[in-house]
C-alpha cells in the first residue's frame, strides 16, 4: 500500500509561481512512477506531468515550458514548479503513483488526497 500526501497550493496571481509537493510512503519510491494530475470544476480530471523510475518525464502541452516535474527519491518526493500560472491551471492537483509506471500504463491505482491551486487577480 501507498500513501501519498500532497502540500503547496493556495492562491497565487496570473504569472505567479507555486511548488506542489507529493510525499509517498510505504514502498520503495525510487521504482513508482509518479504523476501529477488535476481536475478543475466540470471537467474531467487530465495529466499535467509524470517522471518515471528512471527519470524519463512527459508533460501536457498546455503546461510544456512553464511547468517543471522532478522527484527526490532520497525525501520519496516528487515536486511540480508552476511558473507563469494562468487562471485556466485553476483546479484541485493530485498526486498518483504506479510500480513501474510508464506514460502508457499512468495513471496508477494510488492517489492522495488533492490540493487546490487557484490563480486569480
Known amino acids: 500500500q501507498v500513501q501519498l500526501v500532497e502540500s503547496g497550493g493556495g492562491l497565487v496571481q496570473p504569472g505567479g509561481s507555486l511548488r506542489l509537493s507529493c510525499s509517498a510512503s510505504g514502498s520503495i519510491f525510487s521504482n513508482y512512477a509518479m504523476g501529477w494530475y488535476r481536475q478543475a470544476p466540470g471537467k474531467q480530471r487530465e495529466l499535467v506531468a509524470l517522471?518515471?523510475?528512471?527519470?524519463?518525464?512527459n508533460y501536457a502541452d498546455s503546461v510544456k515550458g512553464r511547468f517543471t516535474i522532478s522527484r527526490d527519491n532520497a525525501k520519496n518526493t516528487v515536486y511540480l514548479q508552476m511558473n507563469s500560472l494562468k487562471p485556466e491551471d485553476t483546479a484541485v492537483y493530485y498526486c498518483?503513483?504506479?510500480?513501474?509506471?510508464?506514460?502508457?500504463?499512468?495513471?496508477?491505482?494510488?492517489w492522495g488526497q488533492g490540493t487546490q491551486v487557484t490563480v486569480s487577480s
Open positions: 517522471i518515471t523510475s528512471g527519470g524519463s518525464t
Open positions: 498518483n503513483t504506479r510500480w513501474g509506471g510508464s506514460i502508457v500504463t499512468m495513471p496508477g491505482p494510488y
